[in-house]
C-alpha cells in the first residue's frame, strides 16, 4: 500500500522534472510555467471549480476503463462509447420536454443506455461470435466517431449554424451551478461512489474481480463467466456514456464537432497510471485535469503553447509506470537475497 | 474501366500505409512482443517525413527522418518493456498517445499552426513511371505510376518473408516468441532478438508514416494515421503474422478504402463511406472467428 504512494509520487515527480527539461531544451523558464500551469488550474475557488469540472470526463471515462481491466474485458471502446451517450443525451434534450430534475435524470438514463448499448454490442460480438472485444470496440470507437459526426452534420444539425453541431438542449436539461461549482460534479463523485460501492462491496464487483485476477479460478468457482463479461461491458460503457452525457448538459448544451476531444483516452491513460484502483483513478484524474485546465491559462502568460499538457501527461504515463514496475523488480530482488540469506544461515 | 482503375488504384493507395506497418509488426509478433504501437511510429513517422521535406527540400530526407521519427518511439519501447519489463500493452498504448500529444504539440511548434500542416514547400515522393509498361493499356495504369512507396512496400513483403523464414536471423527471430528460454539457453539474447524486431518494425512503421504524409497526401494533420495502425494489428492477428497473408489481407482494406471513395460518388454520406474499412475489419474478424471455432471443432 505505501509502496503504491511512494512510486506514485516519485514518478509525479519525476515526470515534472523530465518535463521541465524538455522546456528548457526549448528554452522556457519551467518555473514560471509550472507556477501558471497550477495557479490557473488549483490557485484559488474559481480555477479549482473549473478543474473540478474538467475532471469530471476523465475520472468517468477513467473508472470506465479501470473497473474492465480489473475484471477481464479489454474494453478499450471508451471514446466510441463516450460519444454515443453524448448523442442519445443531445437527442433525448431536443426532443424530450420535461420539468427540470425529471428532465436531468431522464437525460442522464439516456447517456448510460447510449454507452451501454455501443458497450454492448461489442459485447454481444464477442458472446455469439468470439470476436476479440479489444479490436472490435477499437474499430467500434472509429465507427461512432464518423456516426456521430454524420447525426450532427445530417439530421441533428443545426440549421442557422455555420459548423456541423445541433441546435440547443431543452434548458430543463442544463445542469445548474451553484456558487462556481457546476452540478456536474455532484454526479460524478455519486458514480464513483456507487462504481467503489458495486466493485468492492457487492457480489457482483467481487465475481468481476475474481474473473479479472483469474478466470479459470472463478469459473471453477462457480462464477458465471459470460453474464459476468457482459454485465462489466455494459457496466464499463454506462459510465463512459454518462461522461459524454454529462460533458454536453454541463457544458456547450449541445453536440458540437469534435465534442469527445482526448477526453476518453485520456481516461484509459488515467485507469492505466492508477493501476486500475477507482481511488487512485480518481485523483490522477484531478490531477491530470489541473494540468489540462492550467495548461489553457499558461498559455496567455506564457510563450509555451498548451499542447505541452498532452506531452507532460504521457511522459506521466510512462514514467508512473516504469517507476511502479521497476520499484517491484527491486522489492523483489531484494525479498529474494534476504531470504536467501535465511536460509544460508 | 475508368471506374476500375480508379477502384484498384484506390485499393493499392489504402493498402500501402496498412501493409508497411503490418509486416512491421509481423517482426515483434514473431518475436513474441504485444506490440501496439504501430499506431504511434506511423504518426511520428508521418510528422518527420514532413518536417525533412519542408525544411530539407528533399523527399529522401523526409523518408531518413520519417524512419528516425519512429526509431524514437522504439528506443523507448526498448527501455520501457525490453530492459525494465514493464507491461508491453500499457507501454504500447502510453506511446500512442504520446505520439498523438509530441506530434501536436511539436507542429505548433515548428509550424505554428493547429489541426493541419499543409504548405506547396513540402515535397512529395514521385510517382515512379516504368517505361514500356506504362504503354500496355489498363495494366499500364495499374502498375506503372504509382507512388515510389507503393513498389517499396511489394519489395518488403518478399524481403520480410525471406528474412523472417529463410535466414539464421529469422530462425532465431521466431525462436524467441515460440521458446524464450530455450533460445537463451542456448547462446543467444532473447532481449537482443526483441530489440532487433522492435527497431526493424519502427523503419517501417516510418516507410508506412512517409507514405501518409507524402504520398497518400501531402501534408500533415493531427493524428492523422487515425487507426491505421490497429488495422494493421488486426491484419496481423488475422494471418497469424505471415507476410504473404499480411499482403493479402491488406488489400482486401485497400479495396475497402477504395469502395468508400468510389460510394461517395453515389451519393452516400461520406461519413458512412469513411467507416468501411473499420466494419471492414470487424466483417475479416468475424470469418477469422467462425474458421477458429471450426479448426478448433
Given amino acids: ?345 | 474501366m475508368r471506374i476500375l482503375v480508379g477502384l484498384i488504384n484506390g485499393m493499392i493507395a489504402g493498402a500501402t500505409p496498412i501493409l508497411l506497418a503490418a509486416l512491421g509488426g509481423a517482426f515483434t509478433y514473431y518475436a513474441g512482443i504485444f506490440n501496439i504501437a504501430m499506431e504511434g511510429m506511423m504518426l511520428a513517422g508521418a510528422f518527420g517525413a514532413v518536417v525533412g521535406s519542408y525544411f530539407l527540400h528533399s523527399w529522401v530526407l523526409g523518408i531518413v527522418l520519417s524512419i528516425a521519427f519512429a526509431l524514437v518511439l522504439a528506443l523507448i519501447f526498448i527501455l520501457f518493456s525490453v530492459v525494465l519489463h514493464t507491461d508491453e500493452f500499457v507501454t504500447g498504448i502510453a506511446l500512442n498517445l504520446f505520439a498523438v500529444g509530441a506530434t501536436t504539440y511539436l507542429m505548433r511548434q515548428t509550424f505554428d499552426v493547429k489541426g493541419v500542416f499543409a504548405n506547396a514547400g513540402i515535397v512529395p515522393i514521385p510517382r515512379l513511371h516504368i517505361p514500356l509498361v506504362e504503354k500496355i493499356p489498363f495494366l499500364g495504369e495499374v502498375l506503372s505510376g504509382q507512388n515510389l512507396m507503393v513498389y517499396i512496400a511489394v519489395i518488403a513483403v518478399i524481403a520480410v518473408n525471406f528474412l523472417i523464414f529463410r535466414t539464421r536471423f529469422g530462425m532465431r527471430l521466431r525462436a524467441a516468441g515460440y521458446n524464450a528460454a530455450c533460445l537463451d539457453s542456448s547462446g543467444v539474447s532473447t532481449a537482443r532478438m526483441r530489440t532487433a524486431a522492435l527497431l526493424l518494425c519502427a523503419v517501417l512503421c516510418g516507410l508506412a508514416g512517409a507514405f501518409l504524409s507524402l504520398g497518400y497526401v501531402t501534408l500533415f494533420a493531427e493524428n492523422m494515421s487515425a487507426g491505421r495502425g490497429w488495422i494493421s494489428l488486426a491484419a496481423i492477428i488475422l494471418v497469424s503474422g505471415n507476410p504473404t497473408g499480411i499482403a493479402v489481407i491488406s488489400l482486401l482494406f485497400g479495396f475497402s478504402d477504395g469502395l468508400g471513395l468510389l460510394l461517395q460518388d453515389y451519393r452516400v454520406p461520406s461519413q458512412f463511406t469513411s467507416m468501411v474499412p473499420y466494419v471492414a475489419t470487424l466483417v475479416a474478424l468475424y470469418f477469422y472467428s467462425v474458421k477458429e471455432r471450426k479448426r478448433k471443432a
Fill in chain 1, 1 to 345: 500500500m505505501r509502496n503504491k504512494w511512494v512510486s506514485g509520487l516519485l514518478g509525479v515527480l519525476v515526470a515534472l522534472l523530465i518535463g521541465a527539461f524538455i522546456m528548457l531544451l526549448q528554452g522556457f523558464n519551467p518555473l514560471d510555467v509550472y507556477a501558471a500551469l497550477f495557479q490557473f488550474s488549483l490557485g484559488g475557488l474559481s480555477p479549482l471549480a473549473t478543474t473540478a469540472k474538467n475532471a469530471v470526463p476523465l475520472v468517468l471515462t477513467g473508472l470506465s476503463a479501470s473497473i474492465a481491466f480489473a475484471s477481464g474485458p479489454v474494453n478499450l471502446g471508451q471514446p466510441g462509447q463516450f460519444l454515443m451517450g453524448a448523442l442519445f443525451a443531445t437527442v433525448g434534450g431536443l426532443y424530450i420536454h420535461l420539468p427540470p430534475v425529471l428532465e436531468v435524470i431522464v437525460l442522464v438514463l439516456l447517456a448510460m443506455l447510449g454507452g451501454a448499448l455501443w458497450a454492448g454490442l461489442a459485447a454481444l460480438l464477442r458472446m455469439l461470435f468470439n470476436m476479440s472485444e479489444f479490436i472490435v470496440t477499437l474499430m467500434l470507437n472509429m465507427v461512432a466517431d464518423f456516426f456521430t459526426a454524420w447525426a450532427i452534420a445530417g439530421p441533428f444539425m443545426d440549421k442557422t449554424a455555420f459548423s456541423p453541431m445541433t441546435p440547443q438542449i431543452d434548458k430543463a436539461g442544463w445542469l445548474p451551478s451553484i456558487g462556481n461549482f457546476n452540478t456536474t460534479i455532484l454526479f460524478m463523485i455519486v458514480a464513483v461512489g456507487i462504481s467503489w460501492f458495486v466493485f468492492n462491496r457487492w457480489k457482483a464487483g467481487y465475481e468481476w474481480r475474481l474473473s479479472g485476477q483469474n478466470s479459470l479460478f472463478a469459473r471453477l468457482g462457480g462464477c458465471n463467466i459470460d453474464r459476468n463479461f457482459v454485465s462489466v461491458m455494459l457496466f464499463t460503457g454506462a459510465l463512459a456514456g454518462l461522461a459524454g452525457g454529462l460533458l454536453v448538459m454541463a457544458g456547450p448544451h449541445r453536440f458540437l464537432k469534435g465534442l469527445g476531444a482526448n477526453y476518453a483516452w485520456d481516461g484509459v491513460m488515467i485507469a492505466i497510471v492508477a493501476n486500475n484502483g477507482l481511488v487512485a483513478t480518481l485523483l490522477y484524474g484531478f490531477f491530470f485535469s489541473a494540468i489540462q485546465t492550467g495548461a489553457l491559462g499558461m498559455e496567455l502568460i506564457t510563450a509555451v503553447p498548451s499542447e505541452i499538457s498532452q506531452v507532460l501527461q504521457a511522459v506521466l504515463v510512462l514514467v508512473i509506470v516504469a517507476s511502479r514496475e521497476a520499484l517491484a523488480v527491486i522489492l523483489d530482488r531484494r525479498e529474494a537475497r534476504r531470504r536467501a540469506k535465511e536460509r544460508a544461515v
